[in-house]
Nanobody, 128 residues
Framework: QVQLVESGGGLVQAGGSLRLSCAASERTFNNYAMGWFRQAPGKEREFVAAISWSGTIKNYADSVKGRFTISRDNAKNTMYLQLNSLEPEDTAVYYC?????????????????????WGQGTQVTVSS
C-alpha cells in the first residue's frame, strides 16, 4: 500500500527550528510534485510549500517565505521541510502530500484538493 509518513514534529520555543521529513513507500513518488500543508485547530488545511519532482521548482506561502525551506532527496524517497524562526502562529498539524497528476511536470500546485496522497500528519507546537 502506498504510504507517506511524516516525522520530526515536536514542541519548540518561539524562534526555534525543526526539520520535518516525509518518507515515501515507493520510488514512484520521485516523479510527482509534493507539498506540505498544515491545519491548526478550528481552521482549514492550508498550503505551506511545494516542490516539483526534480526539486527545481519551489513555491511557498507568503506566511513562511524566508523562514521555511522545502527540499527533497529522491535517492532516499524523502522530502523535507526546514522550519526556522518559528512563531506560535506556526502551531499546527503538518501534512505531506503528493500530486500524482504532475508526473515529471514543471509546475506545482497549492490547493490541497489537487493532492492525491496524504500522510498522517505530525504535530508542531511553538510556545511563546
Amino acid at each position: 500500500q502506498v504510504q507517506l509518513v511524516e516525522s520530526g514534529g515536536g514542541l519548540v520555543q518561539a524562534g526555534g527550528s525543526l526539520r520535518l521529513s516525509c518518507a515515501a513507500s515507493e520510488r514512484t513518488f520521485n516523479n510527482y510534485a509534493m507539498g506540505w500543508f498544515r491545519q491548526a485547530p478550528g481552521k482549514e488545511r492550508e498550503f505551506v510549500a511545494a516542490i516539483s519532482w526534480s526539486g527545481t521548482i519551489k513555491n511557498y506561502a507568503d506566511s513562511v517565505k524566508g523562514r521555511f525551506t522545502i527540499s527533497r532527496d529522491n535517492a532516499k524517497n524523502t522530502m523535507y521541510l526546514q522550519l526556522n524562526s518559528l512563531e506560535p502562529e506556526d502551531t499546527a498539524v503538518y501534512y505531506c502530500a503528493a500530486d500524482h497528476t504532475t508526473y515529471r511536470g514543471s509546475y506545482v500546485r497549492t490547493s490541497p484538493i489537487e493532492y492525491n496522497y496524504w500522510g498522517q500528519g505530525t504535530q508542531v507546537t511553538v510556545s511563546s
